[in-house]
């Protein structure tokens, strides 16, 4: 029994890992956005709705936080062309990844807004500021700056996931390692180069975040 | 090991097992010095007390009374200095020694830390059962014993989170008792108590010294230090500032600091 | 070509998802081990330990399931042992366990109180008999919501195995949906199933916690 590991046939490679790596970053950026959003607006239903609203937002958390995200992308990739939606799968991936995102978000950015003071809102009405412009401007930020680390967790669980997108040969990360070891046959070294990047990518992804956080997120 | 070697103690009054004879200092603290990091908060202290001493400890918050009073157990390690009690040097790699020497020492601490999943009864008995091997029925009688002491015999049962602060208190000092410790530091027992609740445990307090328990306490209460304490110490950055008996340390304090800080505490 | 019922498939589906269950029981079970062990190591204030099983966390959480499953498969293999799907999955999904496990519970035992260890320290009990008596216990308890909110999380996880070949819930859906070609009918029971499998477990995690939180007042 002998191990050889043999990284130099790997390094030849190297644009295609970096071409999946900003793949894997591009598809976590976009839906990270997509997906904040969608957060930020269903949390506001959920905690401030009517009540029909705050039972859909609710069926759509639960049903998305108790399903696994490559049912969820299978679901849109293969599911739905049945149904008349044809979708890339670049597409289907951002889809996926915004709705899986935007479910955790949800939950994550409501238990920031429960949280708030009840003084916070009254002074902001006393102020004669909207509803709106209550929830975006004195509610909203300190919410955000309080579940951060919450967030940024579940930003890179996301990206992490990512990885199944490979599978409907989206040419992310992990589908670059696969395509590496079809051509050489080096499948664990191709395996462990791409699980390292990924490992790089999570610490950088959660240093931008925690620093780009106070600076355009929700201020210090 | 030693106290279930006990010849039957006397019903209420045995508080302890004396491990030194009649007259050696119980704690003997030899140029102690402490720092975290660069900060240095303890600065060189010498500190003898003798069997059946009170010793109250005084000065503002970071003079470094409390970190003394909790080197003394072990709980901080400190740097320079050697500190010896009941005979048993403090050493802090071992972890042996160290369990000895906690044996000889109780500790009272200021958020009396008991043990919230086990009953009033359980959290006095487990330390005697686990570390002194005690017999269920004789640690049982033992631990009732001394929640009768503090006042608390019916709360055997109870659960810590029933109880007020004062009675959590009464029950932290039942379970230090439970080891017989040689000597038992206070640390600031009563600042986490509301005011109408600091009586009762001070009156536990003072009849242990009147049993002729050795006592190290920190302490904001100066009445209670005047009138219980045989010796108050006035520590100041890091150093015993002055000491002396109470009425001399609160009647004719001698350093300007000590005069401060006993004005200060007036206003 | 053979028709399918709607019940036809689901039988087959609710067939397969016995393999999601053991799996994902022999994952939370060993995973559970295996991070109780490396919780206590470092509690010793074994330095070494505490940086290796830090490092062992953070390159857990910090890598894809996925490849974690991949390199299982493709690594065993390196060592001339003959490996199965099925081998990779419960060794992935375990190890997947362990670290977040370990995660979970030092965060349990870090929010005891550090009165706790000095009362205990003060009153001469043994570094064993702190944990078991004092610690352990206490953590229990705030453990358990998140410990079974995690089990979720592990059930989830097993679907990946489907893609180093292991037939469990999600491969057989979609070699169901090929022979069926009624990929949304059966990637939507496949959904369900998981669903109904986890939502139960997920709702109980959230009453424990509330209770909890309830009972700290």
């Given amino acids: 029994m002998r191990i050889a590991l043999d990284f130099a046939p790997m390094l030849a490679q190297w644009p295609l890992l970096l071409l999946g790596a900003a793949w894997t970053l591009g598809l976590t950026a976009i839906s990270t956005l997509l997906g904040g959003i969608i957060g930020t607006g269903c949390a506001w239903a959920r905690a401030r709705g009517a009540a029909p609203l705050r039972l859909a937002v609710g069926a759509y958390v639960e049903l998305i936080r108790n399903t696994p995200f490559i049912v969820q992308l299978f679901f849109i990739f293969y599911g739905l062309p049945a149904a008349g939606v044809l979708l890339s799968p670049v597409t289907a991936s951002i889809l996926a990844m915004t709705i899986n995102l935007g479910a955790y978000a949800t939950e994550i950015i409501r238990a920031g807004i429960v949280t ?98 106070p600076r355009f997120v929700f201020g210090r | 090991m030693s106290a279930a070697a006990d010849p039957a103690p006397a019903p209420d009054t045995v508080l302890a097992t ?15 010095r402490k720092s975290y990091g660069d900060h240095e908060v303890l600065k060189g202290i010498d500190l003898d007390v003798m069997r059946g001493e009170v010793v109250a400890i005084i000065g503002k918050s970071g003079s470094g009374k409390s970190t003394l009073l909790r080197c003394i157990n072990g709980l901080e390690v400190f740097q320079e200095g050697s500190l010896i009690v009941d005979g048993k040097p403090l050493l802090h790699d071992s972890a042996l020694a160290m369990r000895e020497l906690r044996q000889r020492v109780g500790m009272i601490f200021q958020s009396f830390n008991l043990f919230p999943h ?24 033992r631990a009732r014993k001394l929640l009768e002491r503090v006042g608390l015999a019916e709360k055997f049962d109870a659960m810590p989170d029933q109880l007020s602060g004062g009675q959590q208190q009464r029950v932290a000092i039942a379970r230090a008792l439970a080891m017989d410790p040689g000597v038992m530091l206070c640390d600031e027992i009563t600042s986490a108590l509301d005011p109408e609740l600091v009586g ?46 109470p009425d001399a340390i609160f009647g004719a304090p001698q350093t300007p600091e000590l005069k401060q800080f006993l004005s200060s505490l007036h206003d | ?107 349990c035992v870090a929010s005891i109180p550090r009165g706790q260890w000095e009362a205990s320290s003060s009153l001469a009990l043994s570094f064993g008999q702190q944990l078991g008596h004092v610690i352990l216990p206490q953590a229990l308890k705030v453990a358990v919501p998140p410990t079974v909110g995690f089990l979720v999380q592990v059930i989830k996880g097993t679907a990946l195995a489907s893609v180093i070949g292991f037939v469990e819930l999600t491969k057989a859906g979609g070699m169901i949906a090929n022979v069926t070609y009624q990929p949304m009918l059966v990637y939507g029971c496949v959904a369900l199933i998981y669903f109904a499998l986890c939502f139960p477990i997920s709702l109980y995690a959230g009453s424990l916690e509330r209770k909890l939180n309830v009972g700290r007042r």
């Fill in chain 2, 200 to 245: 009762e445990v001070l009156r536990v307090v003072e009849s242990l010294a009147e049993e002729g328990m050795t006592l190290l306490m920190v302490t904001h209460e100066m009445n209670f230090a005047r009138k219980v304490a045989d010796r108050v110490i006035f520590m100041h950055q890091g150093r015993v500032h002055e000491s002396g008996a």
């Fill in chain 2, 18 to 32: 004396p491990h030194t004879e009649v007259g050696a200092p119980i704690v003997r603290i030899t140029a102690l």
């Fill in chain 2, 118 to 141: 086990l009953t009033v009864g359980r959290n006095v008995m487990l330390a005697p059962r686990l570390v002194k091997k005690r017999n269920a029925a004789e640690n049982e009688a």
């Fill in chain 1, 116 to 213: 708030t003071p009840r003084g916070q809102i009254e002074a902001g009405e006393s102020l004669a500021l909207s509803r709106v412009q209550v929830f975006l401007h004195v509610v909203l930020p300190p919410a955000l700056k309080r579940v951060w680390p919450a967030l940024v967790s579940q930003i890179i669980i996301v990206m992490l996931g990512s990885a199944v997108c490979g599978q409907i040969s989206v040419e992310e990360l992990s589908h670059a390692a696969n395509l590496i070891q079809s051509r050489n046959f080096r499948a664990f070294e191709a395996y462990i180069l791409a699980t390292a990047i990924y490992l790089v990518l999570a610490i950088g992804v959660r240093r931008l975040l925690y620093w780009a956080g």
């Fill in chain 3, 1 to 107: 070509m053979v028709d399918f019922t709607l019940w036809d498939i689901v039988r087959n589906l609710l067939l397969a998802a016995r393999w999601t269950v053991i799996l994902s029981v022999i994952a939370f079970i060993g995973g559970g081990l295996a991070g109780l062990i490396l919780l206590v190591l470092p509690l010793t204030g074994n330095r070494v330990a505490e940086l290796a099983i830090g490092g062992y966390v953070q390159v857990f959480q910090g890598t894809p399931l996925l490849m974690q499953l991949f390199l299982l498969y493709f690594g065993i293999a390196l060592f001339g042992v003959d490996t199965s799907a099925w081998t990779a999955a419960c060794a992935a999904l375990t190890l997947y366990s362990s670290a977040y496990l370990t995660e979970i519970w030092r965060g």
